[in-house]
Antibody, heavy 118, light 107 residues
């Protein structure tokens, strides 16, 4: 059973960089999977942010690509999200995920609320 | 991006009812369609993948069908634990995109 757990600041100031980490247990992030991030603004729908393959290849939503970086830390079995130049529109619950069979979201973290406010 | 349109956006139903939710893609996605269930305050949970394959551990009252642009999620006999929001998602092309959700409420 793969488990994912997000961690990071719950409050970020406008124009700063949002940074989150996902700790994976029950699977090695070096295994043949994609590891990704999805967000959900309060009361709204789901938006795929991007993902990273175990090889390090990254795939980003074009709508966010200029601001997003997803990276792996194999020594800690973690992967991370950085979203730069945030605004209030980036306020959302951020989920980390494991993708299989293309971009089918097989496993989800519990989610963490990040609020962008001064 | 491929646009995913779900209908209805909400519905009221009673325990035991048969419920059908539809999802339409803006272009053909073959069978690359997944369904998720989300309860308040929780992460979504994969129910159906590849349009009609039931995820392990998901009750058999859930079923999916369709291909191309039109898809359906059916709950054959609604149970109290099924009251939730349901999302479709295409995994045909990047970026994967989700429908707007269907909230299933108690009548």
């Amino acid at each position: 059973q793969v488990q994912l757990q997000e961690s990071g600041p719950g409050l970020v100031k406008p124009s700063e960089t949002l940074s989150l980490t996902c700790t994976v247990s029950g699977s090695s992030i070096s295994s043949d999977n994609y590891w990704g991030w999805i967000r959900q603004p309060p009361g709204k729908g789901l938006e795929w942010i991007g993902s990273i393959y175990h090889s390090g290849s990254t795939f980003y939503n074009p709508s966010l690509k200029s601001r997003v970086t997803v990276s792996l830390d194999t020594s800690k079995n973690q992967f991370s999200l950085k979203l730069s130049s945030v605004t209030a529109a980036d306020t959302a619950v951020y989920f980390c995920s494991r993708e299989m069979a293309g971009t089918t979201i097989w496993d989800w973290g519990q989610g963490t609320l990040v609020t962008v406010s001064s | 991006d491929i646009q995913m349109t779900q209908s209805p956006s909400s519905l009221s139903a009673s325990v035991g009812d048969r419920v059908t939710i539809t999802c339409r893609a803006s272009q053909s996605i073959r069978s690359h369609l997944n369904w998720y269930q989300q309860k308040p305050g929780k992460a979504p949970n994969l129910l159906i993948f590849a349009a009609s394959s039931l995820q392990s551990g998901v009750p058999s009252r859930f079923s999916g069908s369709g291909s191309g642009t039109d898809f359906t999620l059916t709950i054959s006999s609604l149970q109290p634990e099924d009251f939730a929001t349901y999302y479709c998602q295409q995994s045909h092309s990047t970026p994967p995109t989700f429908g707007g959700g269907t909230k299933v409420e108690i009548k």
